[in-house]
């Protein structure tokens, strides 16, 4: 399973930008995808998530800015990021909880390579 994520960049303060991860791959089904990162000097935190037929989870400090959404038939996940601020500039690394079989105890955590996003003027 490989998940690719896409999307980062150079954005000014109050600017938006829209992160896409698609999982590929032996892949069953998805439980739980979902946005982290790891700006410099920190340690990587979760920014929002999605289960499957549940609410989304987010971050304090995105709440009201993020937006994460999931299309289940494309094994993709997203996070629209709006009025983005300078100490949002970290790697965002999208996140999947995969079951690989029919077995629901065949689940493994997958991470993708991550994209970087910089908010500066």
């Known amino acids: 399973v490989q998940l690719q994520a896409s999307g980062g960049g150079l954005v000014q303060p109050g600017g938006s930008l829209r992160l896409s991860c698609a999982a590929s791959?032996?892949?069953?089904?998805?439980?739980?995808m979902g946005w982290y990162r790891q700006g410099p000097g920190h340690q990587r935190d979760q920014v929002a998530g999605?289960?499957?037929?549940?609410?989304?989870i987010y971050a304090d400090s995105v709440k009201g800015r993020f937006t994460v959404s999931r299309d289940n038939a494309k094994n993709t996940v997203y996070l629209q990021m709006n009025s983005l601020k300078p100490e949002d500039t970290a790697v965002y690394y999208c996140?999947?909880?995969?079951?690989?079989?029919?077995?629901?105890?065949?689940?493994?955590?997958?991470w993708g390579k991550g994209t970087l996003v910089t908010v500066s003027s």
């Open positions: 996140n999947a909880n995969v079951r690989l079989t029919a077995n629901p105890d065949d689940v493994m955590d997958y």
């Open positions: 791959g032996g892949i069953w089904s998805i439980d739980y």
């Open positions: 999605i289960i499957s037929g549940r609410s989304p």
